[in-house]
């Protein structure tokens, strides 16, 4: 099954701007207000190492969902609920650079 629009979508929400929108709200709110303890101290390094890391682990998720999918074979709309996860982080980050 060809799952290149799940992964698209996952690299998307949960790379790209959960990177971004993560790095944004750090600067408005600050490093303290960070949930995750890893994503906190990657913050404390700085916003570059952070973002590729970020990115570094959503690729290899990405790397790695087709064949999981396919072995658990869920449905496609599955890696689209990923997705959507990712866009709910993404925008609650919004919230906080913006309100």
């Known amino acids: 099954m060809d799952r290149s629009g799940e992964v698209a979508a996952i690299f ?13 709200a750090a600067r408005v709110a600050g490093i303290d207000a960070e949930a995750n303890p890893v994503v906190r101290g990657l913050l404390e390094i700085g916003e570059l190492p952070t973002a590729l890391v970020m990115l570094a682990a959503v690729i290899v998720c990405c790397v790695l969902w087709p064949t999981a999918a396919d072995a658990l ?19 609650v980050n919004l919230v906080v650079i913006f309100a």
């Open 12 to 24: 998307t929400t949960h790379g790209a701007l959960d990177a971004a929108t993560t790095i944004g």
């Open 73 to 91: 074979d869920v449905s496609p709309w599955v890696g689209f609920g990923v997705a959507l996860i990712g866009a709910v982080v993404a925008a």
